[in-house]
Every structure is written in structure tokens, then in C-alpha cells.
T-cell receptor, first 114, second 117 residues
């Protein structure tokens, strides 16, 4: 079974600074999808960024980028120029290419200090 | 973008009663919907996968007779918590995948906070 591990329960960053959230996963599949979701206090899950495993190029969405290391099964999220609105729970998630369900990590609570 | 609407957002019910939660895909056809449960300060735990026109697939440890799932159309799935107990109090979230990009993208509902008293 696939597992997703987020080893940082909490992280803190100064406004305008950069922070990296870690995620590792375990799978025997060769093709899959990885996601980072943001969950603010409203509890609405918001997709931040998505990476397809067969693509070597790291995904980027404005201030958000990932460092995808397939051999190491690592998928970290970098947030640049952190903003107060970035404060939330961040979940790393895995979905196999032939599976429909998504597996989530335990989450990292990000605090942004003004 | 695709929208998934979940209703109600909050519900309080008495022990022993049943509660129905609806999950609708508003602008796309969802062949598959997923139901998650999230305890405070914890991650989302998949409860079951709902496929349109067929029986739901439940994760290990989830009581299918207690958590009834119906996916009668391509835009609606319902989760019914039967004979609710206080330990069923939790945050329930649905997500849906569309036919076109079913494995690349999942859209989440707003969630339902269930409190059983």
C-alpha cells in the first residue's frame, strides 16, 4: 500500500521569506500523481500544485514550486515570498495512475509571522 | 473551474438518528466520488469510493452498514450516517473526479461538520 509521510507537524516562516515543506512517499508503482493541498481554517481543500511522476521537470505555480526526486521518493514544496494568507495546513497526497483514490500525509501546519 | 458542492456544512443530530450528507458536482460529470473523514488536527482518511451505478468500495475498518453511500447519478453521491453515535462526530469531506481528467484532478466539497449529541 502507498504511504505518504510528512515529518514536519509544524513550520513557521517570516513574511516574505521562503519555506520548504517536506514529503516522502512509498510506492511500487512507476507512474502516479503527487499533490500539495492547502487547507485553511475554512477546511476547504485547495489544490496548490500537482506533479505527474513521468515528468522530470518540477512543477511550478507562481510562488509555489516542488522539488520532485523520484528515485528518493521525495516531493517537497517550496513557498517563496511567503504571505500571511499562506498560513494553513498543507497536505501532501499521492494518487496512483490506475487508482482513483488519493492518500494523504498527516499534514504540516504553516504559520506565517508578520 | 469545476465545483463540488457539499450539503449541509454543519449538522447536529441526536444519538440514534440518521444523517444524510450530499455531494454534488455542479458543472461536470463525476464517475467517481470519494468520502473522507477528518478528525481534529488530523489528516483526511479515505472511508469509501463511490462509483456511479455500482456499490461503493469501503476501506478496511469502515462499517458499510453504518455509512451508507449511494451514487445514483453522475452528479450526486450521498453519505448517510445511520444510528449516529457521539463517536461519529467528525468532519466529512467528499471529492469528485470528472470523466475527462479523472486521475489528474480531484475537486473537494466544503465539508460537513457532524456533531452527534
Amino acid at each position: 500500500a502507498q504511504t505518504v509521510t510528512q515529518s514536519q507537524p509544524e513550520m513557521s516562516v517570516q513574511e516574505a521569506e521562503t519555506v520548504t515543506l517536506s514529503c516522502t512517499y512509498d510506492t511500487s508503482e512507476s507512474d502516479y500523481y503527487l499533490f500539495w493541498y492547502k487547507q485553511p481554517p475554512s477546511r476547504q481543500m485547495i489544490l496548490v500544485i500537482r506533479q505527474e511522476a513521468y515528468k522530470q521537470q518540477n512543477a511550478t505555480e507562481n510562488r509555489f514550486s516542488v522539488n520532485f526526486q523520484k528515485a528518493a521518493k521525495s516531493f517537497s514544496l517550496k513557498i517563496s515570498d511567503s504571505q500571511l494568507g499562506d498560513a494553513a495546513m498543507y497536505f501532501c497526497a499521492y494518487r496512483g495512475r490506475n487508482n482513483n483514490d488519493m492518500r494523504f500525509g498527516a499534514g504540516t501546519r504553516l504559520t506565517v509571522k508578520p | 473551474g469545476a465545483v463540488v458542492s457539499q450539503h449541509p456544512s454543519r449538522v447536529i443530530c441526536k444519538s440514534g438518528t440518521s444523517v444524510k450528507i450530499e455531494c454534488r458536482s455542479l458543472d461536470f460529470q463525476a464517475t467517481t466520488m470519494f468520502w473522507y473523514r477528518q478528525f481534529p488536527k488530523q489528516s483526511l482518511m479515505l472511508m469509501a469510493t463511490s462509483n456511479e451505478g455500482s456499490k461503493a468500495t469501503y476501506e478496511q475498518g469502515v462499517e458499510k452498514d453504518k455509512f451508507l453511500i449511494n451514487h445514483a447519478s453522475l452528479t450526486l453521491s450521498t453519505l448517510t450516517v445511520t444510528s449516529a453515535h457521539p463517536e461519529d462526530s467528525s468532519f466529512y469531506i467528499c471529492s469528485a473526479s470528472d470523466r475527462g481528467t479523472s486521475l489528474k484532478r480531484a475537486f473537494f466539497g466544503q465539508g460537513t461538520r457532524l456533531t452527534v449529541v
